[in-house]
DNA sequence: ACATGAACAGTCTGTTCATCC
DNA sequence: GGATGAACAGACTGTTCATGT
């Protein structure tokens, strides 16, 4: 009950960037504390190869919806590192519901692959 | 240099669904001359098991971008049962172009392929 | 119902602007 | 420059309307 989207105006073609994202967010906060700007780093970087290059305002929008889902919380906090910048570190918040996430998205890849594939295979 | 689109507005995420559907359309039309809606039925089936079921107004936008670029050309014609309707039958029209194109999907499927399993790798 | 086309409309996301350290 | 957020703007594409067989 808690996905519902997905019904209006969408042919069910590749996946979203922003549940892709969403899903990396998550994986991260899992991992250690995470914040938006070092993820986009660490996305940045990964993908490059791939010529893919996430954008800043994605991300924190990622980041937002997944707090508004109830599956990340965030603690403002100092940064590590001397200077006194404050940055807003995501933990996750409701285990069940980001496993739950992390299930509709790894579905969701599956089908991408799918019909991926499946277009290798016709036209080549 | 025909194309060059995708410079503005694109950070390079999964491919967009016209050129998906713009490969699928050259291949139809390399085995067969082919026509719009016949091509709506046939990609429907396939991608019915995927969940995605294309539009007919994006077939039709790709057919029309495919012939702006030279690729496809159209006659219009009788249907062969009974009926007198009028369809438009696409066939190649610079066998090249039409390969180059090819070319070029192909390496965005690849591409598309390699995020999508960077993503399965990292997350589960 | 088959077949094509175009206008309309909304979502996703990239660019830009703003703010603070 | 690092870091976050919000406003602005445009491309892609789904829905609807139009037209005829």
Known sequence: MTEKKRERG??????????????????????SGSYGFQALGLLKDKFKQFGFKPQHSEIYR??????EEDILK???AP???????EIAVY???DR????????????DLDRCMGI???AIRDNY
Chains 1, 2 share one sequence.
């Open 10 to 31: 969408y042919s069910g073609f590749l996946m979203r960037q922003r549940a892709f994202l969403k899903l990396y967010l998550i994986t991260y906060a899992e991992e």
């Open 62 to 67: 990622a980041l937002h919806e997944l707090m």
């Open 74 to 76: 965030r603690k403002k």
């Open 79 to 85: 940064k590590d590192d001397a200077k006194y910048q």
């Open 91 to 93: 933990y996750i918040h």
């Open 96 to 107: 069940e519901r980001a496993k739950a996430y992390k299930r509709l998205v790894k579905a």
């Open 116 to 118: 991926l594939h499946t």
